[in-house]
């Protein structure tokens, strides 16, 4: 039990962890690439950082892992990462705007533990903090659709709604009955319920917005105006006739006409769909949001979600900022990439492990070891004192791709064995054409 | 206030973390050709597992920031990184032999804070289990070793020493005197107060010891052996002679030897020093220590120490697992770098600008601007609606080394103005030929 990694975290050991770097590695040079700069804040906030009311609302004392330090400060472990960045730049006013930046780290939730789901895990984060533009919102888009293709994925769905559209929704109902027949509501708790129609049906969504006070005929023309479907301009223009005349959702679904105009000049437009129904769960959200959904052969699921959050980094004090992000589920990719047979990587960074024939010649071999390593190629020698069969046993294991066999006979002719450890084939080369071949 | 990382924290802002990534990366790479591989372990451990005997010892409660899970189960941040390490090798006795994994990442002890030292910091180490054999030990020295020049680093010493040879010093001295004479103390205990030598100072050790229970005479003696100097073949000679007959002494002297005749083929053994006085905090050291320090024009100090731990892995249960390790000393690495000027680096990872004339080329702007992205070139373009001046001026705040200038003109002739920001020169160039330029 002592052995145990804490209830839900978990070991990576080297050849996840190899996974792991190179879809860590993929994505941040697709950020560097699109203009994003790394930021790092503490693991820990204050907790009424993370309580900061309209952020994470009030599922944080719930969800966070919570403690207090030796001056009884409380303190959680950051449930994500957009709230520190939110700090930073409240803090920081003289920051030059817009403020660019990545950050893929781990975060923590005190959560049901499920198979995909564990307490510690990655977020994989980028926000534009400062710019009001719908260009900010597009941008984010393409940036999280380029990282996708660069691993490998081909078939995308970007679906977008508006946080303006529907509190629109709401008005429209508000407006058609009595004031008196619903009961006081929050915005959030409607959009959650709406928001679930995937996984509770339309049934069990029809159920929760009764909980919350709706009756039976304001919930048909909700569920009606959230469900319309077709193409982005299809669902555009049934959203302009429904909604006609409701300020705050024309002006979402203008912002939304926005972002698809700049999605052309990304050519992600074709990957649009204008879904009303979708909701997300933040409570910061003020404009755009959207989620990427990827279609492989056995799945299709969501593996990317943000939106525009104006007000969040005025509500930590200080003069409002617009910004506006999106986060990749970086855990559920890695886990699609491995169902889907995408990886295509050794158990190990170590290219080869120079093995010598018997005790005499070790200083010989790790002097060639070096050599390597000048060369930039990563290797191993023997330090259990093993003979050669169980020292390429060793190299086998650890999934090694080559050998290199040292000897007295091979160190006077100049020339070596290289062993292709997958092929199990083996040929006579100078150390020079060795580093060259393993090079390439 | 709100506005504050939690105290003992800090945020890195990229132009920070832009060092910060250069050395991370700087050294990994060298882990790499070294033949380690990346393993990674959750940021808190079961306190049982921090508080195991024989590893962190009595002061983990007072260092470690402890917090109990929502279960009621006791947790603690990680104080260092080798712990992890050492649970995860116990826990898995299958992974092959030697088993050699870097980490670099952030620990958490509540200390006392000053300039040098925060609550939060970058713990970045390489460990060997599985080898009793001190090549594994020189590796490691001569991997740290390669990390410095890597960056930059130029002068170094290497201190080394043996928990075996301490050891030897106190059954000397108890030989030479009554067994009444001396009070019960804990070896380690001796080996702090020695450790402070440069701290303190001789008195100060002096006191420490009498405070131990030791007398005049035998800290008179003690101090005498500890404080030998000079060559390292000089301080060994000396101490075959000093610890004749002391078998623990004499095992720990042959060690050191091997330690120095494998660091020749790594040509590192011109700096080695053997320092009887060198001892290390933590209990659970069992042979070789080491410490690595480098000279720079404004300072010398230590910035990387280690040594072998045969009996932790066994501690956590299990069957017990030799290994040895060395731990870089980054955030000080950083630092020290800092201070001599050592970083020759941009503010920003952004290498261009694209900057547009006015709204109406906007779409051709950001099409250019993918077009460098393509050719795996890192840029920006205008967010906020600003026109060329303040572009230019926002380039210019970011630290951005190259702006690209878009109108209709430059458009329809196919060639750009290419801004060096840094030396205020600007030329006509094809988007091909600042493609090129820009990645030379």
Known sequence: MKFQPPKGTRDFLPEEMVKREFVINT?????????FDPLETPVFENFEVLAVKGGLGEDVRKQVFYFEDKAEREMGLRPELTIGMARVIAANPQLPKPFKRYCIAPVWRYEEITAGRKREFYQCDIDVAGSESMEADAECIACAVECFKSLGFKEFKIKINNRKILEGFLELIKKEVEPEAIVEFSSVEVFRAIDKMSKIGLEGVKEELKKIGFKGSQIDELLKIASIKGSFEYVMKKGREVLKGIKIAEDGLDELEEV???????????????????ARGLDYYTGPIFEIA???????GSIAGGGRYDNLIGLLGGRPVPA????LGIERIIE????????????????AFVANVNEKVKDETAKIAQELRKNGIS??????????TKQLELADNLG????????????????????NM???????????????????
């Open 27 to 35: 994505i941040k040079n697709v950020f560097v690439r699109y203009g």
């Open 260 to 278: 698809f105009k700049f999605s052309e000049v990304y050519e992600i437009s074709d990957y649009f769909e204008l879904d009303f129904g979708l």
């Open 294 to 300: 990827v279609e492989t052969k056995r799945s299709i």
């Open 324 to 327: 506006t992000g999106i986060s």
């Open 336 to 351: 699609i990439m491995k169902d889907e047979g995408m990886f295509n990587l050794p158990k190990t960074k170590v290219k």
């Open 379 to 388: 290797c191993q020698t023997d330090l259990m004192g093993r003979n050669l």
């Open 400 to 419: 090694i791709p080559y050998a290199i066999i040292v000897g007295e006979k091979e160190l006077k002719e100049g020339k070596f064995k290289l062993k």
């Open 422 to 440: 997958k092929e199990k084939s083996e040929k006579d080369f100078s150390l020079k054409e060795i580093i060259d071949m393993i090079q390439k």
